[in-house]
């Protein structure tokens, strides 16, 4: 089989890798043997021959080697069963999602959620969640491309899902040489899937929406500003399908302003309000967040809530400057639209921006917005999105849920 094939790396400092990371660098690798062909499953040893892991390679990505396993171990079905079963029963106590790995999505306080997250589960390049009866998959790699087949195939034996998409369309596809594909495997399914939330219902686009459909990582903070949003006003900037908006809405907030600037999820938002039966006090708007908050904010207008969750302006290390620049003109404009004790749900699901970095961005914004506030809670990616020790790619999103205090700091001068 393929993964006879070996890849040395090379001696001294260039071959240093970490310990436990699967990811191994062009840099990091002696001459290669013209018979290892992208895509293949090598082996890769140290400088003296010793195994240290399995994985596919592919020399169009600078992560020329992602290792699937560190055991002496074939890569076939047997294997992928073996890992995404280990995903699934992962999330079983973190969910609480059921029993038993054939009807793990019958029970708990959802049935949309990650199944497996690429590098956490110890499966790179592939992402699985789970809407209700449809599952979603994606493959972004040229090495787990191949597997595809396999990868259905265990992910339908496992999730017995009633339908099955594809959702292969990524930018990374291209870096590693491969066109975007969709489509459904097995029945056509709807494109439309209604799920659960707690109490919450929302219907997830998961052919035209963001990635897979909805932001599952998010579940915990929503659930949390469910619990502080009765009687309050709410502004949702990047509102995307109204994740935050209804969720506060449901709770008891008194109004909720929604801002995006697609209209088709702007359209999908609304029709969670509806769903929901707060579709009389929510209110969806067209338009940057960043043009609206100004307008907000130059009005004088006041919320008693605002969460902040924008994609990421992060998409690589050396662009951390403008997107700090980005992140703290986002975050002082919103401070200055909320009312005395009103909060601030603020987020960044970039990697690339480390916590030390986005609190200090917090910090100045405060700084420029003339406020003081206090940390009510700290958030994290939701529990099916596993953060690991030794792979701080796999730790994203990060946030606050912020207090204002009452008083306006005056400028000195």
Avoid at 76 to 102: C, M, Q, S, T, V
Avoid at 322 to 330: C, D, F, N, Q, V
Avoid at 350 to 364: A, D
Wanted: charged share 30%; hydrophobic share 35%; aromatic share 8%.
């Amino acid at each position: 089989m393929s993964e006879k094939k070996n890849i040395r790396l090379r001696s001294g400092k260039k071959g240093v890798r970490k310990a436990g990371h699967p990811w191994i660098f062009k840099g990091q690798l002696t001459k290669l043997d013209p018979a290892i062909r992208p895509g293949d499953i090598i082996s890769i040893t140290d400088d003296k021959n010793k195994f240290i892991g399995r994985g596919y390679y592919n020399p169009k990505s600078e992560i020329a080697v992602r290792l699937l396993t560190f055991t002496d171990e074939p890569i076939n079905r047997d294997f992928f069963y073996k890992k995404i079963a280990a995903a699934l029963k992962r999330r079983e106590p973190l969910l609480n999602i059921g029993a038993g790995l054939n009807l793990p999505h019958r029970k708990g306080i959802t049935n949309a959620y990650r199944v497996v997250f690429s590098e956490a589960d110890g499966l790179p390049g592939l992402i699985a969640d789970l809407y209700n009866d449809t599952a979603v998959f994606q493959i972004l790699t040229l090495g787990m491309e191949k597997f595809k087949t396999e990868i259905a195939d265990v992910i339908d034996d496992l999730l017995k899902p009633k339908y099955l998409y594809e959702k292969s369309a990524s930018p990374f596809r291209k870096i590693e040489g491969l066109k975007d594909v969709t489509g459904w495997w097995g029945g056509e399914g709807k494109g439309l899937v209604e799920i659960s939330e707690g109490k919450v219902r929302f219907l997830v686009d998961i052919i035209n929406g963001h990635k897979t459909g909805f932001y599952l990582d998010q579940r915990k903070s929503r659930i949390a500003l469910e619990g502080i949003s009765r009687g309050k006003d709410v502004l949702d900037l990047f509102c995307y399908t109204g994740g935050f908006s209804v969720s506060a809405a449901i709770s008891g907030a008194r109004r909720v302003i929604g801002v995006d600037i697609k209209e088709d999820w702007l359209n999908l938002a609304r029709e969670n309000a509806r769903l929901n039966g707060v579709h009389e006090k929510t209110e969806f708007v067209k338009g940057d967040s960043f043009a609206v908050l100004k307008d907000m904010s130059g009005s004088g207008k006041k919320f008693d809530i605002i969460a902040l969750d924008p994609p990421s302006f992060l998409k690589g290390r050396e662009s951390r400057v403008t997107a700090a620049r980005g992140y703290r003109e986002l975050n002082s404009l919103a401070m200055k639209s909320l009312s005395g004790g009103g909060i601030l749900a603020t987020f960044s699901c970039s990697h690339n921006m480390p916590n030390e970095l986005f609190s200090k961005v917090i910090k100045e914004s405060a700084d420029a917005a003339g406020r003081k506030f206090t940390i009510l809670k700290r958030c994290r990616q939701a529990e099916d999105h596993p953060i690991v020790k030794g792979i701080p790619e796999t730790e994203y999103l990060k946030g606050y849920f912020l207090k204002m205090e009452s008083n306006i700091i005056k400028e000195k001068g």
